[in-house]
């Protein structure tokens, strides 16, 4: 391969550590690159270049280029909570790598397959290997140690250090991303590696197959399916069985065959029916017991990271606790706890469908108890729901959230959508009042690091059919933490509409209320002073519009809006992004 003084290199054609790691992507099953460059990146970029110009382009991931790094990763997360394939994420040295941000603890919390890609600085300094510095920027862009910078935040991180076999690196790191807890992993590789001339070589990536689904013993299926069919007052909290939708039927299943009310704890996924009768509710920063989960004898957790808040609301002290989880101990969080007889990292689609056929075929129940606990759970989950329907109207000419959610549901009722939630201090009420049923159908970051809906909507719409409508339901301090101005250009760029609905506060409620809840009769609360307040007050929606052509509306009058979200959800249907800014009482 030629190799010319001054770090240049290689000639039209050639084929390289670069040009083998793309294909190892696509070969993977990687359908995108969510990309960011820079200096360390020409390898990549002529790659790109090459293959289009012989024709080639599908042999590697299409590219989707993004202003800010945080619109990368929260596209590239939602495009895998869609379809559960993990996607590439290329950044810059440790300056782009910084700029991921809070967004690797979504990813990481809400169990996201994803391979991040970062370059590195030159480690050669007088043009001794193709690749070598030649620019003033890599002598200061070396980073200290930027496998660092993420570790605490992936599964796994390696360093190329050639180009030989880099197939089997990007393979194996796909392999730990996939499999159960999924996460995220970064691979970094200098720009002389990247640059390092190839044969071009092939590997199967069928030899790196993710983990299988890990099933509970023939004991403890027996025990949680004998304590379930013994329970008085039997529960099962969950958070995110439904990141796996085909979970959800068969959830429904045990919970209809012995009646088991189920409760979603901050959920970011549907995991049951939230119409269904056995449905008892929603829950999120509880300030109050639940009942339900307090007249428990025996609860059923599966897949959750927070089944409830101790501090006000706990199971009694005597009832039964089994945890059935993918990752039931949860290494990576320094304090979690859940009082449980039994923990089972298993597969909860897998796990619940041993218990299923247990209660079908062999363990007894008293069928008289079950139907009268169906009758009273069910009027139980009517009467709340009728209280919850009375909260749908304007309250002193304003809009509430609650009568936002019900247009906003009403809107979206019988059409295929997608809805993304972040809406922070109104996730009880868009969840309360939403009631999403379709498994796949409601998507929130799984972590709490805000911004994710602004990259998210695009993931979200790539990754799904062409029909779907993406909706974004988002505070307005969320909506700017998400880079607007990146998201929305992306958005136009690559053809992917959606419609974002601002829960406009001007501020952000959340760190107010968690003041409150502390510090109830101190200085702050006396003097209604926090800094919160996003006077004066910026056009949000505007942003989406200069950014990326987005319709752009702001709504005060409670009967204007329904007819303002029609309107939006047509422009969406008509192939462009709709922002509409919806004012709620001020924060
Ligand atoms: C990246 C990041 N920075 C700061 C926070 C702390 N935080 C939590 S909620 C919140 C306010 C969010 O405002 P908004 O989206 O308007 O929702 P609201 O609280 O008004 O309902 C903030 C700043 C965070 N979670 N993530
Ligand atoms: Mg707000």
New binding site residues.
Partial sequence: MPVAAGGQASTAGSYTTSAAFLEALAEAGVSYVFGNFGSDHPGLIEAYAQAKAAGRQDAYPKLIICPHEMVALSAAHAYASVTRQPQAVVVHVGDGTQNL??EMNNALRGLIPVLIFAGASPYTLEGELPGSRNEWIHWIQDARDQRGILRGFVKYDNEIRTGRNVKQLVFRALQIARSDPAGPVHLVGAREVMEEPLEPYTVDPAQFPPVEPAALTAGLSREIATALAGARHPLIVTSYLGRNPDAVPVLTELAELLAIPVLESAAFCVNFPGDHPLHCGYQFTTTEQNPVLAQADVILVVDSHVPWIPTNNRPAPDATIYVVDVDPLRPTVPMWQIPARRLAAADSKVALGQIVSLLRDEILFEAGEVEVRRVQVSAASHARRAALDALERPQDGAITPQYLTACVRDLLAGTDSLVLT?????YQVVADHLRPSVPGSYLGSGG????WTGGGAVGAKLASPPERTVVSL??????L?GVPSSAQWVARRYDAPSLTVI???R?????K?STLRVHGQGAAAAADDFP?SFEPEADLPAIAAAAGGAYAATVDDPDELPGILKDALAVVRGGRSAVISVHLPP?
């Avoid at 988002?474 to 909506?479: E, F, M, P």
């Fill in positions: 941000g809070g972040e809406a922070i201090t109104s709490g690091s805000l911004g988002v505070g307005d301090g969320s909506y933490f829960y406009d506060n501020g952000w409620a959340a760190p209320f919160v924060v």
